[in-house]
């Protein structure tokens, strides 16, 4: 069954530094998704990918985060300069409809030191 | 507001069923959803209900839906100690369809 993969699985970085997050979403599917969650907390949309553009992104997603599309098959999230506070749990997600289920990928743990 | 809301915590015995509760804010959500998260991990997809349906059932999965108080409920029957996780029910909202996750009930399941 196809899946969204994720890597790395676990990140860890010093404060300041700009981190990649990369995310391979199931390959026929057009709307992508980065959410996060902070450790004990829920999950919390971050943003949403559509035709090569972003279509909606939350409050979090402020000017230290950016999303793209750089081929066919990869969907990053960068972070430019992280904070402590950026320390969380980072999920992709795939779907090929909108009214379709949306996939999540497995994660990666983001720890800033 | 988007606050998705859950109780906290649920604890049960072995054997019993769970009820976890969900009161979710969008009229318009088409679908319903509920995630189980094992300590560490990622999301997964348990079951999901239409906008259209009051009730769904899979094996020991039951969700009831009640639109009028916008209130959603899994149910477990026979938990068992696998069962003990967080369940997130989540909504999707209209627009851009991203999902709205509630805060999430850690279920404890006693031997």
């Known amino acids: 069954e196809p899946e969204v993969t994720q890597t790395p699985s676990h990140q860890v970085t010093q404060m300041g530094q700009e981190v990649i997050l990369r995310c391979v979403p199931i390959?026929?599917?057009?709307?992508f998704y980065w959410y996060r969650q902070i450790l004990g907390q829920k999950v919390e949309f971050l943003v949403s990918?559509?035709?090569?553009?972003?279509?909606?992104k939350s409050e979090i997603f402020d000017d230290q985060f950016s999303v793209e599309r750089p081929d066919g098959s990869n969907f990053t999230l960068k972070i430019r300069s992280t904070k402590l506070e950026d320390s969380a749990m980072y999920f992709c997600?795939?779907?090929?409809?909108?009214?379709?289920?949306?996939?999540f990928g497995p994660g990666t743990r983001l720890l800033v030191l | 507001g988007e606050d998705v809301e859950q109780s906290l915590f649920l604890s049960v015995r072995e054997g019993d069923s769970s009820v976890i509760n969900c009161t979710y804010t969008?009229?318009?959500?088409?679908?319903l959803y509920w995630y189980k998260q094992e300590p560490g991990a990622g999301l997964q997809l348990l079951t999901y209900?239409?906008?259209?349906?009051d009730m769904k059932q899979d094996q020991r999965l039951t969700v009831l839906l009640n639109k009028k108080d916008k209130h959603l409920s899994l149910r477990i029957a026979d938990t068992q100690t696998g069962d003990s996780a967080i369940y997130f029910c989540a909504e999707i909202t209209s627009g851009t369809y991203k999902y709205i996750f509630g805060t999430g009930t850690r279920l404890k399941v006693l031997a």
């Open positions: 997600a795939s779907r090929w409809d909108l009214q379709e289920t949306q996939y």
């Open positions: 990918f559509y035709n090569n553009e972003i279509s909606e």
């Open positions: 969008d009229s318009s959500s088409t679908y």
């Open positions: 209900i239409f906008s259209n349906m």
């Open positions: 390959s026929n599917h057009l709307y």
